[in-house]
Nanobody, 116 residues
Framework: QVQLVESGGGLVQPGGSLRLSCVASGSIFSGDTMGWYRQAPGNQRELVAVIIIGSGTTNYADSVKGRFTISRDNTKNTAYLQMNSLKPEDTAVYYC?????????WGQGTQVTVSS
């Protein structure tokens, strides 16, 4: 069983930056995929960004391209989401997901609020 713990959320003004972290219990492997998703009130959970651990290949939602960057540190079993030029519409609970061998694991989420 894999446990994921997110951190780094908070309140930030429009145009500001935050970095989210997702730490996995145990090692992460080259075949794993880790991703960030978000869910705003009244909306469905949506993909923000994903990364393949082994190759480092990434994919982003159109709404965050050029502003957000997903990365990973295999030595720390951690994935990151660097969020720049934040907008009010980025406000949501952000969740980390790890996919391994057809199973998905989710973190508890961290709140990001973008407001002046």
């Amino acid at each position: 069983q894999v446990q994921l713990v997110e951190s780094g959320g908070g309140l930030v003004q429009p145009g500001g930056s935050l970095r989210l972290s997702c730490v996995a219990s145990g090692s992460i492997f080259s075949g794993d995929t880790m991703g960030w998703y978000r869910q705003a009130p009244g909306n469905q959970r949506e993909l923000v960004a994903v990364i393949i651990i082994g190759s480092g290949t990434t994919n982003y939602a159109d709404s965050v391209k050029g502003r957000f960057t997903i990365s990973r540190d295999n030595t720390k079993n951690t994935a990151y989401l660097q969020m720049n030029s934040l907008k009010p519409e980025d406000t949501a609970v952000y969740y980390c997901r790890l996919s391994r061998l057809l199973r998905d694991y989710w973190g508890q989420g961290t709140q990001v609020t973008v407001s002046s």
